[in-house]
């Protein structure tokens, strides 16, 4: 295989997490009763760019179809999160009125919302039917498409080319990572900026955060090789910033190559000397990413063995594509983990893919009454454990995997 974006032959292995399916293909009672397609989850690591990239097995239309049931809103701390973003980059860039704002990978319209409601006109692109539906009854104008150049193309001959861009979680879930980040060069005005926010592949690294690795991720992103590929493709980055979402992530603001007139932060060279002492940029950092995966997975398989054998209830929480990860790298079936609650009613009463653990609503919680909870989404165990505080009363406990086994009281 070659690297997605410089077509280096890729030889360096990150990790091998055996076979499982897409992490978002939950089952329903029909589908429950047939195969399930499985593909290999092995990701490379180019040493040219410095991309690590999963081989490409599963295509984007296998993944993000018309019944894909990731949606945004359901978390109250990323709503928080986008809003306040939306309030800081109004300010930073002025926009206003007479200003256009594009969301690529708009979802539900959980972050759009927020600029409609200051009145800035702005468009969402949004390939999956399910959420855009959802972003549509909200009053947000949708392009129901994947994007790349020819939807940007489309978008600017209407007289829609972007103040703002804005592209949250999306980088790492395009195939063709070149024609997607040229994409935003062509729509973006002479001096507009292109904001793409992503997981930090040095956290991932740093706190073996195995579970975000799925079909749905074609790219694990370093600033380094963010930086080579926006650079290459038309658009120049000026600052950067880091965040805590999602283990560790990372916001960075582009601008065109051609036109923009920004300086570049003195953040941009901080962060690419500390990657490089860090060694994202030699092979050796890589090496030992295996054995930590495997280290968490046999310690959380042992945990629940153990609860089994001395009749201890178990359940999860948050059947989110990180979960499904994990649940099907560690072989774990519903003798295991009774069912997952979930807030999104797109996946209650189906089942998680692979695993087959039935997800209900969090009412099943209250009449299960299970000793142990284990907090899929372990990003959102703040929210988690003071949305589900009552557990405590019957002396239920908080179980998360990673980076390693713990349990809160």
């Known amino acids: 295989m070659n690297c997605r974006h410089c077509g280096f032959e890729l030889t360096l292995p990150l990790v091998d997490l055996g076979c499982a399916p897409p992490s978002n293909a939950y089952l329903t009672e029909k589908s429950l009763r047939g195969p399930e397609k499985w593909f290999p989850l092995r990701v490379l690591v180019c040493e040219h760019c410095w991309l690590a990239q999963t081989e490409d ?111 949250n979680n999306v980088l790492a879930h395009v195939p063709d990572i070149n024609d997607f980040v040229s994409g935003f060069a062509l729509l973006l005005k002479p001096h507009g900026t292109a904001s793409f926010e992503f997981p930090h592949l040095l956290k991932l690294i740093e706190y073996a955060q195995f579970d975000t690795i799925y079909h749905e991720h074609f790219s694990y992103l370093s600033f380094t090789a963010v930086n080579k590929i926006l650079s290459a493709n038309g658009l120049a980055i000026y600052d950067v910033q880091e965040f805590s979402t999602h283990g560790g992530s990372l916001r960075v603001f582009a601008q065109r190559s051609d036109m923009g007139r920004k300086t570049s932060s003195k953040a941009v060279a901080e962060l690419l000397e500390r990657e490089r002492k860090a060694g994202l940029t030699s092979p050796v950092l890589y090496g030992g990413f295996q054995t930590k995966a495997e280290t968490i997975k046999n310690d959380f398989l042992r945990f629940l063995l153990d609860a089994k054998s001395q009749g201890l209830r178990v359940a999860g929480y948050g059947a989110a594509a990180k979960g499904n990860t994990l649940l099907n790298y560690a072989g774990i079936r519903p003798d295991l983990i009774s069912f997952v609650a979930d807030r999104n009613p797109a996946k209650q009463n189906k089942y998680m893919p692979g695993s087959r653990i039935p997800i209900t609503d969090e009412s099943r919680i209250k009449c299960y009454k299970p000793h142990f909870i284990v907090i899929l989404p372990w990003n959102l165990k703040d929210e988690v454990t003071e949305q589900l505080d009552y557990v405590r009363a019957w002396g239920g406990k908080f179980v998360t995997a990673i980076p390693k086994l713990e349990l809160e009281p």
């Open 57 to 167: 097995f599963a295509k984007a239309h296998e993944l993000f179809d018309a019944d894909y049931a990731y949606f945004s809103g359901f978390s109250k701390s990323w709503l928080k999160h986008s809003e306040q973003f939306v309030v800081d980059i109004v300010a930073r860039l002025n926009l206003g009125a007479e200003s256009h704002v594009v969301e690529v990978a708009a979802n539900d319209g959980y972050l759009l919302q927020y600029v409609q409601a200051r009145q800035i006109p702005c468009t969402g692109v949004e390939p999956t039917a399910s959420t855009a539906a959802v972003a549509r009854s909200k009053g947000i104008p949708i392009v129901e498409d994947f994007f790349g150049t020819r939807v940007a193309r489309e978008l600017a001959a209407r007289g829609k080319q972007a103040d703002l861009t804005i592209a």
